[in-house]
């Protein structure tokens, strides 16, 4: 596991901000309280860089980007799953709260 600089994380939060916007709050509060969910974040946008970088035709062959798109895939899996689940666990807190 690397430690990623300041900037980095910055980087990485804005990242997977613009790719799922509609979970702006959740991201931010998740990813601040979770070094899971941050490792995740990172591992996602080094894919992206990746890939940005290396699928050209000129540069690698098609099995290792299609190989980088189905982990990117996995990655975004991996961020929607940790979302619904904190989700998941927020409304339980509110519905036990209620319940009382």
Not at 23 to 45: G, Q
Request: proline share 4%; charged share 25%.
């Amino acid at each position: 596991m690397a430690t990623i600089s300041t900037e980095q994380s910055k980087f990485a939060l804005d990242s997977v901000l613009g790719r799922f916007p509609s979970h702006t709050e959740a991201i931010k509060a998740f990813y601040e309280n979770s070094p899971t969910f941050s490792e995740i974040c990172a591992d996602y946008v080094e894919m992206v860089n990746w890939i940005e970088n290396y699928c050209q035709p000129e540069k690698q062959p098609s099995t290792y980007c299609d190989y980088a798109l189905e982990l990117l895939k996995d990655l975004e899996a991996e961020i929607i799953d940790c979302l619904e689940r904190n989700n998941r666990l927020i409304n339980d807190e509110v519905m036990g709260s209620k319940g009382k």
